[in-house]
């Protein structure tokens, strides 16, 4: 005999939603997960955002034909900002109040990032591993802010104390875009020169995005005497400042980039244009590592999707990614904004890709803790040191 039940409807409701997981925040349905990004597919950053926006699609594309994550599968969906702040703007708008993100992830540019907070924070969204260093991806309130990498601050001093102890130098200038990037890569040298009395800041100039004669710059500065040159500027113009360094004369001049420049699209450009440009990191760099275990089986499956050697943008794109499912598995089935936020404060693991130390803690929302200084030697980025 079937059993009809004599409870009222509001208490047969209460009874159904008490039996059926607590799921907290938008993005979460029975079968899928929805994560979105704010991304330069098509600017002058482009070479970091858009192969990474495509391995982490492959990633999750693995994910989802194996089944998803307890269940769900991942849809990542994707906004071109092309360095635009009111293309970001649109982009944050429409993944957050119509896509209904969970989370985003692996959005890119500095001040892209810090707009976007004011829209997903009132939403209680998760963001992580956004491709910026800034030490603004960690202002407080950090509870939904999550970066793998050490600043773009901490690194050019790091960076810029080994170099002036290892090499003797005394003089510092920079280059730079007059954006939060920009200005954290000078604050760092203008304070490192202050702490060290050896130290001098003499000069500096300022570039718009897209521009791209940097003779009379590079004349100024070698004018100034300045032996070490701290650059904050897009990938094109980082290759374009080292070709005129060198058709001045100036290759003597200490070129130092942070993560901004630490791509292996500017250790390949032809000729020698790059050699001895310096830049900093939370990985070491693939082409380096091509016989090891990890990286070799990364390359082989990058090269049979796209014919390409994976560069920085696609290792950036799946170290994220891989964060992010890791953080879901350890969330379990009864995912909320809450669950998933503790769950990526107890990541703590090896990144064999990355070759670095990954962990977060409720106090700690920053993944690694080491940079890695490199140097292009024969077209490659060679590791010169661990920093700390």
Known sequence: ?????????????????AAT??????????????????????????AFGAPAVEAA?????AVNAAGGIHGRTIRFIVEDHAYQ??????????????DGVFAMLLSLGTPMNIAGFNLMEPKNIPNLTPLS?????????IRLRFSVSSSYYEQMRLATDYLTRTHGLTRICG???PSDFGKEMKEAAVDEAQANPA???????SHKVDEADFVGSLQKLAAEECELIGLALSVRQVITVMATAKKLGLAHLKMIGTSGSFHTVIAKVPEGVTEGLYATGVWADLAARAGEEAPAAFIASHMEA???????GALLGHIGATSFTRALELAGRDLSVESFLAAVESLDYYDPLMDNHVSYAADDHQGVDVTILSVIEDGNWKEVARLQ
């Open 133 to 141: 260093a800034s030490r603004h991806m960690l202002d407080e309130p």
């Open 306 to 312: 796209t014919g390409e050697f994976p560069g920085t």
């Open 1 to 17: 005999m079937k059993h009809i039940s004599k409870l009222p409807p509001i208490m047969l409701a209460l009874a159904a939603l």
């Open 175 to 177: 280059m730079y875009i």
């Open 57 to 61: 699609q492959r990633h999750f594309d």
């Open 21 to 46: 997981p607590a799921l907290s925040g938008q993005g979460v349905s029975d079968d899928e997960i929805i994560v979105g990004s704010v991304n330069d597919l098509s600017g002058p950053f482009s």
């Open 85 to 98: 702040m009111p293309k970001a703007i649109q982009g944050y708008n429409k993944l957050i109040n119509r």
């Open 199 to 205: 130290l001098s800041y003499v000069a500096e100039t």
